[in-house]
């Protein structure tokens, strides 16, 4: 259970403060190059470890982050521009079949740092008035703005411990 969940799981954060809100936008600002400096110079052997029996290895967790943290940017500018916007789920373990779960783990880095770097400025932007702006999850049902980035914050540190246990069972 603990490498399953190396943070503890997810909880909805009651009563969030202005103060909390930014500690978590500064988690997703630094995520991307927190990961890089774990996974620089990475051979085959370690990108395809896994951090428990059965998990995604290191490559499927970077990819994954990237395809996650790409919902939570576009929902993001759906909640500021639409009033209330339903959102879709997506089959993560469906995505991390397709071929571009193969590409070098530095295209997805990429991306992290460019969907993080225009999801920030957004978030930086923002008044209290727009954190309190929601979307209908069709699993969570009404989420905050405010909520849905404490997910991501722990969502991206969440995967960046399994990332770090798996290259650490190498080590050993």
């Not at 909390?20 to 600002?29: A, C």
């Not at 008035?129 to 722990?154: D, T």
Request: net charge neutral.
């Amino acid at each position: 259970m603990k490498n399953q969940f190396p943070i503890g799981k997810y909880e909805i954060p009651k009563d969030i403060k202005k103060e909390q809100v930014k500690l978590w936008i500064n988690q997703i600002k630094t995520l991307s190059q927190r990961i890089a400096q774990v996974t620089v110079n990475l051979n085959e052997n370690q990108l395809t470890q896994q951090y428990r029996e059965g998990s995604w290895d290191v490559r499927t967790l970077i990819h994954h982050i990237a395809d996650s943290h790409l919902h939570g940017y576009i929902r993001t500018k759906l909640i500021l521009t639409e009033n209330c916007p339903s959102v879709s789920t997506f089959e993560e373990n469906e995505w991390f079949k397709l071929s571009d779960n193969k590409n070098d783990i530095n295209d997805s880095i990429m991306m992290i740092t460019g969907i993080h770097n225009r999801w920030v400025k957004v978030l930086e932007s923002l008044n209290d008035e727009q954190f309190e702006r929601s979307m209908h999850h069709p699993e969570n049902g009404l989420v905050p703005l405010k909520q849905m980035i404490s997910l991501y914050a722990w969502h991206g540190e969440h995967h960046l411990q399994h990332i770090k246990i798996a290259l650490e069972k190498l080590e050993k």
